[in-house]
Nanobody, 121 residues
Framework: VQLQASGGGLVQAGGSLRLPCTASRRIYSSAVVGWFRQAPGKEREFVAAIRWGSGIRYYEDSVRGRFTISKVSADNTVYLQMNSLKPDDAAVYYC???????????????WGQGTLVTVSS
């Protein structure tokens, strides 16, 4: 399966962006889709994830309440709605898909190419 992440761009602090992650085929109910981000000079870190079948959602503490992960089954797409963006949120955002939930990269088997989010202060 291929994942296509998009929606990145330049936004002012306090603004919003929505990042879609679309799969090239139907996503099975056992799948977990996650979003990670990587800022320059830093390791890739977990942001949020959703279980495709149950819709259960997980968030990293620094984004909880500001970011929302959701899915549209018919479109094989997971969205990351990012509100109240801060300069610290600036990074390349990646979506990944696997069969188990995890907050580390090795829990996910497939990855999109990444989309750049820049937040100006």
């Amino acid at each position: 399966v291929q994942l296509q992440a998009s929606g990145g761009g330049l936004v002012q602090a306090g603004g919003s962006l929505r990042l879609p992650c679309t799969a090239s085929r139907r996503i099975y109910s056992s799948a977990v889709v996650g979003w990670f981000r990587q800022a320059p000079g830093k390791e890739r870190e977990f942001v949020a994830a959703i279980r495709w079948g149950s819709g259960i959602r997980y968030y990293e503490d620094s984004v909880r309440g500001r970011f929302t992960i959701s899915k549209v089954s018919a479109d094989n797409t997971v969205y990351l709605q990012m509100n109240s963006l801060k300069p610290d949120d600036a990074a390349v955002y990646y979506c990944g898909m696997g069969v188990q939930y995890g907050t580390t990269q090795d829990a996910y088997d497939y990855w999109g190419q990444g989309t750049l989010v820049t937040v100006s202060s």
